[in-house]
């Protein structure tokens, strides 16, 4: 054979064997399987964000996200400012089921977002400004896991980030 056509079947080989593979794509999602009545209602929920510090003046706490845990029993209310500023704070509220467990943190914080929940656990992301950090730029960050420990209250598996 010549060495050009060696080549030539070499190339058409490699590409028909580069085309046809492709990485694994990742499991699709578990369907939803809790229902409505699973969490907290909107009462309890209103009732739990009145209980919150008073936010700046002129500004009310509103909802900004809610999710749970794949296993139905961890629920989570994102509360934020209306009219946010890019550093203004914001608070985590978790639910056994209907029945709150309070805030993820004391005091409301900036730069805090749920990250993944898990079968029984929920990761929150929190962020801090260090240094010359800008409001919009924080570098501070750590995730926290949270669950329902075995007393049936909220437990952070994870240091939470002091302020």
Known sequence: ???????IVAFVGLLAVGCGWSPPSAPPPKPDTCAPSDGPSADTVADQIAKLP???AGRQWTQVNSGHTANCRLYWVQVGQTNPEPNSVGQLLF???QTPLGPATPEPRPYINVVTNADDTVVVSYQWQQGQDSPKSPTGIATV???IGDDGKLAAIDPIPKP
């Open 145 to 147: 896991r949270f669950r």
């Open 1 to 7: 054979m010549h060495p050009r056509l060696i080549a």
């Open 54 to 56: 008073a936010p700046a």
């Open 95 to 97: 639910f056994d089921r």
